[in-house]
């Protein structure tokens, strides 16, 4: 399957299932969409705790509900070459300073990182240079790093000079106009989960200045535009021609799938989440308006010790002011109740997810493809070490008869 063809039936089964997938279902005691597909929240609501577990880490695999969804067909369309080739580990001091997972993520995505003969070679978004410092080393090239924020930028120093690795770390806003300096023809650029924006800006510009690119997306919500932009021109024609258009919100969906934490951080999520719902259903009598209202996040270690503190906090932010003689337990209850219902109906919704994550990482291949460039897209690592293992490996096509 070409990459056209994967992106334009792609595209075809998301618009045909959006009413699904853009459902949120904490936002709705009463479903939309579950007269249009009925016996599926009724087989997803009666799923055991277990099954609700095991489809969350995996929704394709022996699926009770391929009945009502095209499982296997997306199962196909987000099946991609995985592009890990194992090899010798690097050496252990070169991973000073480098917490243990984000270490072994750069230990897969260095050798995807294919660097031609005398080519000079950028890391963008750099951080404190973690990847330039183990691709230097590798590859004995000088690597330069560009990273907006000076304390990193001096941290990173001080690393790559006291290991002895050829980095310059630069000060620079990759946003900003004069970012296209450290690109250019026979120079090649690697970003290892480069957020939105921040990504999008590298492939506008490796492309103008036919730099080679290695490329592992990340965050594609976090963006300025309020609805996506394609980058190819083709991404543009399938959104058009399907009546698909994605809303910042909807690019969340593409990045919710998370490797397992630990246990203290899933308890903190999940009475988060009860403890929200259960103030939904508070809010909505109060108010007298059956609509969900958005509550700001609160940073783990910030939440309120009970649930009726939660519920204060979340009303002094809407202000809105709560009547005396809430039953505050029984209100607890059912947020708990209530979630536990709404983890089950996101089951649909997350099969969805890589399908739409892989979409926009074929936009961005479509892009480099109409730019001239011949792409590999597939995987570096196993998604168990981190969900966002998508990497496009691109280099322009030569013009030479």
Avoid at 168 to 196: P, Y
Avoid at 313 to 334: F, S
Avoid at 364 to 393: H, I, Q, W
Wanted: glycine share 6%.
């Amino acid at each position: 399957m070409t990459h056209a063809e994967r992106f334009t039936h792609l595209a075809e089964r998301l618009a045909e299932w959006q009413p699904l997938w853009r459902c949120l279902p904490f936002q709705h005691p009463r479903l939309p969409w579950r007269r249009r597909w009925p016996g599926l929240a009724e087989v997803l609501l009666a799923l055991p705790e277990s099954e609700v577990s095991r489809l969350q880490e995996d929704p394709f695999t022996d699926s009770p509900l391929a009945a009502w969804l095209p499982v296997e067909e997306l199962a196909r369309l987000v099946a991609l070459p995985a592009l890990a080739e194992p090899g010798e580990a690097l050496p252990e001091a070169w991973g000073e300073g480098v917490g243990e997972r984000k270490w072994r993520q750069i230990q897969a995505f260095l050798p995807q990182v294919e660097v031609a003969r005398n080519e000079a070679l950028v890391e963008w978004c750099a951080g404190k240079g973690h990847l330039s410092r183990a691709l230097s080393r590798h590859h004995a090239i000088e690597v330069t790093a560009l990273e907006w924020q000076p304390s990193l930028c001096v941290a990173g120093q001080t690393l790559a000079e006291r290991q002895g690795a050829r980095v310059t770390l630069r000060e620079q806003d990759v946003m900003a106009q004069d970012a296209a300096r450290w690109l250019g023809k026979g120079s090649g650029v690697a970003a290892l989960h480069a957020c939105g924006d921040l990504h999008r800006r590298l492939l506008t510009l490796a492309v103008e200045a036919s730099s080679a690119v290695t490329l592992a997306p990340c965050c594609y919500q976090r963006t300025a535009d309020d609805t996506y932009r394609p980058l190819s021109r083709l991404g543009a024609e399938l959104l058009t021609a399907h009546g698909l258009a994605l809303t910042r919100d909807d690019l969340v969906l593409a990045v919710q799938e998370t490797v397992t934490a630990p246990r203290g951080v899933q308890r903190h999520r999940q009475r988060a989440g009860a403890w929200r719902l259960g103030f939904d259903r508070l809010q909505r009598q109060v108010r007298g308006v059956d609509a969900y209202l958005a509550v700001p996040s609160l940073a783990y270690g910030q939440m309120p010790e009970t649930f009726e503190g939660f519920c204060g906090w979340a009303a002094q932010q809407k202000g809105i002011a709560l009547p005396a003689g809430v039953d505050w337990r029984g209100l607890e209850a059912a947020g708990w109740e209530r979630q536990a219902q709404v983890s089950r109906l996101e089951l649909a919704r997350h099969l969805f997810r890589r399908p739409l994550e892989v979409w926009l990482a074929l936009d961005r291949t479509a892009f480099l493809e109409e730019a001239g460039y011949s792409v590999v897209l597939g995987t570096f690592c196993d998604r168990a070490l981190t969900p966002r293992n998508l990497v496009l490996k691109a280099r322009r096509r030569s013009t030479d008869p």
